[in-house]
Nanobody, 124 residues
C-alpha cells in the first residue's frame, strides 16, 4: 500500500530556506512521479513542483521557479523540495502526492495518494 510522509516544515524568516522531504513506502523505489502541492489559509490547494519517477523530468509553478528545487533519491525512496528565498506568501501546508506522469498542469485529480502535509511558516 502506497504511503507518503512529509517532514521538514517549520518557521523561518523571509529570505530563509527549508528542505522538505517526502518518504514513499509500500512500493518499489521509483514507481511513481511525485508532486508537491501547498495550501495556504483560505486558499485553494495549488501545485508547486513535480518530478518524474526517474528524476529526469521536473516542472515548477511559475511562482516558485528559480527559488525551489525538486529532487529525488530513489535509493532512499525519498523526494525533496529545497525551498530558498522564502517569502511570506509561501506560508502554507505542503503536501506530496503520487502520480504516473508530471503534466504541466498541476491537476489534483491526476494525483492518487497524498501525504498528511507539513506546515511551512514564513514570517518576520
Amino acid at each position: 500500500q502506497l504511503q507518503l510522509v512529509e517532514s521538514g516544515g517549520g518557521s523561518v524568516h523571509p529570505g530563509g530556506s527549508l528542505r522538505l522531504s517526502c518518504v514513499v513506502s509500500g512500493v518499489p523505489p521509483g514507481s511513481y512521479a511525485i508532486g508537491w502541492f501547498r495550501q495556504a489559509p483560505g486558499k485553494d490547494r495549488e501545485g508547486v513542483s513535480c518530478i518524474s519517477a526517474s528524476g529526469g523530468l521536473t516542472n515548477y509553478a511559475d511562482v516558485v521557479k528559480g527559488r525551489f528545487r525538486i529532487s529525488r533519491d530513489n535509493a532512499k525512496n525519498t523526494v525533496y523540495l529545497q525551498m530558498n528565498s522564502l517569502r511570506i506568501e509561501d506560508t502554507a501546508v505542503y503536501y506530496c502526492a503520487s502520480t504516473n506522469f508530471c503534466y504541466n498542469e498541476f491537476l489534483e485529480s491526476d494525483f492518487g495518494s497524498w501525504g498528511q502535509g507539513t506546515q511551512v511558516t514564513v514570517s518576520s
